[in-house]
């Protein structure tokens, strides 16, 4: 409800959801008193709505969710270049039979080169993690070079050069006019043919028909996702008939200390807001 409003019939207000996001508005713009909060790092979804005229501040949850989306980001990509999920289908199936040596064999990261696409937070977090595996060259690529690059020797090269190089492309950039659509047909013909393409960032980052085709026609070995479009994404896209493409429901953020931290932040942010004093994490309209 509305600061200083009566309460209306839900015929009379309107209520907006947008994934983790859940506000209301006043049907005059001069009656906005409520500010929006969002259980969420994505800012994405707030830049695209017209929010700013309307004096309307914007609370997030950056930073709390970092630790989790790496974690499930080196899941998944232990996962996919191990073949995790066709793995457990064979001893489910009865496909487990007799020793093979090159039955469900992957790709290791010991001697590898790992591209991550976006070294901000999370991809500095996802390093951080891989480092121990005996990864033997980060690369990066992004706006700008990055100081913290120094702690895992990353090079900061173009992003052609990234997909060409590396055994392992992680995506973990926000959503942006230069980054939408960026992992594309182009993009996954440079990339080497035994290499692993992981996304923990957005959907909309990666052309999906794009990616279909290079994993259908072998130009890589396989894929991660964490995020797609839409999402949910519909149980008959062809993405989800391949044996080499493991996707998850988005689930970065799911350990219940990271929930329930999330939540503790949006409520804090949306009773500052009311009481119109500063919000402990603001986005920046």
């Known amino acids: 409800m509305l600061k200083g409003q009566r309460a209306k019939p839900s015929s009379e207000r309107r209520q907006k959801r947008s994934g983790p996001v859940c506000f209301r508005i006043g049907m005059k713009a001069n009656e906005i008193k409520v500010h929006i909060v969002m259980k969420s790092v994505e800012t994405d979804t707030m830049m695209s709505k017209p929010v700013v005229p309307w004096g309307i501040r914007v609370g997030y949850t950056p930073d709390i969710l970092t630790d989790a989306t790496a974690e499930l980001t080196v899941a998944l990509l232990l996962a996919t270049s191990r073949r995790l999920p066709e793995s457990v289908e064979e001893v489910k199936n009865g496909g487990w039979t007799t020793w093979k040596p090159l039955w469900m064999c992957g790709y290791g990261l010991s001697g590898s080169t790992v591209g991550i696409v976006g070294l901000g937070r999370i991809g500095q977090a996802v390093a951080r993690r891989l480092k121990p595996f005996g990864v033997k060259r980060f690369l990066y690529s992004g706006r700008h070079p990055k100081t913290e690059a120094a702690e895992f020797g990353a090079e900061f090269v173009p992003v052609a050069k990234l997909a060409e190089q590396s055994d392992f492309v992680i995506v ?90 999330m939540s503790v932040l949006a409520a804090n942010n949306l009773m500052a807001g009311l009481k119109g004093e500063s919000m402990p994490s603001e986005l920046k309209l």
Not at 172 to 192: H, I, V, Y
Not at 211 to 234: R, W
């Open 172 to 261: 973990t950039c926000s959503l942006a006019p230069e980054t939408q659509g960026m992992c594309n047909r182009d993009f996954f013909c440079k990339m080497k043919k035994t290499a692993v393409f992981i996304n923990t960032s957005r959907g909309a980052v990666v052309n999906q028909d794009d990616l279909y085709h290079a994993l259908v026609k072998g130009h890589i070995a396989a894929a991660g996702l964490d995020v797609t479009t839409p999402e949910p994404l519909p149980p008959a896209h062809p993405l989800l008939s391949l044996k080499n493409c493991v996707i998850l429901p988005h689930i970065g953020s799911a350990t219940y200390a990271t929930r329930n931290s």
